[in-house]
């Protein structure tokens, strides 16, 4: 029997890889003759690199570079040797989970360190690069990624500027005399599901910027500078950003990576899926088993568990499902695709335990379906 172990990070407890090991590791316990083939999945946030690594023999290449607030730290990208591809996770350098809760002002930060990354990625020979832009503590438009890579800003008395958010709206004019000419010889891929506007009601300020520290003051004057540099954008590249879909990700920086480099915005979840294979996976294993922390009926109509369903109904393949808490279990048993779904708690339990015993739990439901698959196998 094929067995395709294909699940999403629990939250707070496990990576996506660590609970697709641990489930193999169980139905092994029980039916060590049956074949496992394990996909991580991710939509292009979170443990993205790590499922891209393990699907396209990735390695990460570590870089002294800078945090959101620009203080040295070392971060990661994902180096793809064969095919000479960088994936570049913002969120490693330029994120919020970098920050404390009281350092964060979006105000003042910038993706000056993801540019760094991008400059290493172009050094190491990139022909393609993906930018995945989720977990900003920015709202910088690219700003201090384009310094990074040459760019300079300057106010209206030719002067310099710093990047950060609260000098969006004092840049008079954008000089790319001296940007690394290796940008034009470069495919970039601006890699999210969010559809954000760059600025206005439903921009990257006023729906992203208070999670990232910014009062209500603070996210007007964000928005009037994510306004003022779409129109310098139109100026300097003959480019209306606000008219593409998902130019607000990451606080501005998917309208500055589709100008600043030339990169087209992607579909997160969608290119992650055909990296690993998910699809051609599904179509040749005999059973697929998929979780994560939570499976609700809203699970399946997401970004993740839904691409797993899309394929287990195009080749008619059976779905067991596995989490940490179940919810709304009759609607998800009206799934014709889904023959089993189980949380792994076997009992009364506090989240706290729940979460600190994930791997054991999981190895423990793993044993289960290995057992029962195994029944079906021999008959």
């Not at 979780?291 to 369903?309: M, N, P, W």
Request: charged share 20%; aromatic share 8%; hydrophobic share 40%.
């Amino acid at each position: 029997m094929n067995i395709l172990i294909a699940c999403d990070s629990f939250k707070d407890a496990l990576s996506a890889t660590e609970v697709c090991i641990a489930i193999a590791e169980g139905i092994l316990y029980n039916f060590p003759e049956s074949q496992i083939i394990q996909k991580p999945l991710a939509d292009g946030g979170e443990g993205t690199l790590e499922a891209l690594k393990v699907a396209l023999n990735g390695t990460y290449q570590f870089v002294q570079t800078f945090d959101a607030l620009h203080r040295p730290i070392d971060a990661s990208y994902l180096w793809i040797a064969e095919q000479k591809i960088a994936v570049v996770e913002m969120a490693k350098a330029s994120g919020l989970e970098l920050l404390k809760p009281e350092e964060r002002n979006v105000m003042k930060t910038s993706t000056f360190g993801t540019g760094v990354l991008i400059r290493h990625a172009l050094d190491k020979g990139a022909q393609k690069i993906f930018l995945t832009v989720g977990g900003s503590a920015t709202n910088d438009a690219g700003m201090g990624m384009a310094k990074a890579l040459g760019y300079k800003f300057l106010n209206d008395k030719g002067n310099d500027l710093e990047a950060s958010g609260e000098n969006l709206k004092k840049i008079a004019s954008i000089n790319a005399k001296y940007i690394d000419k290796r940008i034009h010889l470069t495919e970039f891929y601006v890699a999210t599901d969010v559809t954000n506007t760059l600025f206005g009601k439903n921009g990257a300020a006023y729906i992203y910027a208070p999670q990232k520290g910014a009062n209500q003051e603070e996210v007007i004057e964000l928005n009037h500078g994510l306004e003022h540099i779409h129109q310098l954008f139109k100026d300097t590249f003959s480019i209306d950003t606000q008219e593409i879909a998902g130019s607000g990700a990451g606080g501005g920086i998917g309208a500055g990576g589709i100008c600043f480099l030339g990169g087209k915005v992607i579909s997160a979840a969608h290119w992650v899926f055909e990296a690993i294979g998910l699809s051609s996976a599904i179509e040749q294993t005999d059973i697929v088993i998929t979780g994560e922390g939570r499976i609700d009926s809203q699970s399946f109509q997401g970004k993740v568990l839904s691409e797993v369903l899309k394929y287990a109904k195009t080749y008619h393949k059976p779905i067991f499902g596995v989490a940490g808490q179940i919810q709304e279990l009759d609607k998800l048993l009206e799934i014709p695709e889904m023959v089993y779904v189980s949380a792994i708690q076997t009992g009364p339990q506090s989240l706290a335990d729940s979460l600190k015993n994930s791997r054991e739990l999981l190895i423990q439901k793993g044993k289960v379906i290995g057992k029962m698959l195994k029944t079906i196998y021999h008959g």
